[in-house]
């Protein structure tokens, strides 16, 4: 199985930008399409933006739409998610999570494999 740790969070002011980096180890990392989720306190888990396995295939929720930019690098087994103009609702724990499936999915239940986490705080 691929493990895969977070990275890149912390607090940031309205309108500023973070690169979140999800590191994946153990099976080979072509193998997965990724995804970004994100959980804010007392709500559900939502969609994020995904990519293939080969990265030419990406989904965006629409609230990040235009925002944010997810890329993945095969080679540094990583996949990155830039955030630009950050709004006080982005703040939320992001996760990325992994699935082997060809095409990617919006819902959080069909992914296996998921990382620890990491909080990002956008201030007002």
């Known amino acids: 199985q691929v493990q895969l740790v977070e990275s890149g969070g912390g607090l940031v002011q309205s309108g500023g930008t973070l690169r979140l980096s999800c590191a994946a180890s153990?099976?080979?990392?072509?193998?997965?399409?990724i995804s970004w989720f994100r959980q804010a306190p007392g709500k559900e888990r939502e969609f994020v933006a995904a990519?293939?396995?080969?990265?030419?295939?990406?989904l965006y929720a629409d609230s990040v739409k235009g925002r944010f930019t997810i890329s993945r690098d095969n080679s540094k087994n990583t996949v990155y998610l830039q955030m630009n103009s950050l709004k006080p609702e982005d703040t939320a724990v992001y996760y990325c999570?992994?699935?082997?499936?060809?095409?990617?999915?919006?819902?959080?239940?069909?992914?296996?494999?998921w990382g620890q986490g990491t909080q990002v705080t956008v201030s007002s």
């Open positions: 999570a992994a699935r082997t499936l060809v095409a990617s999915s919006a819902r959080w239940t069909e992914y296996p494999y």
């Open positions: 153990g099976r080979t990392f072509s193998n997965y399409g």
């Open positions: 990519v293939s396995r080969s990265g030419l295939s990406i």
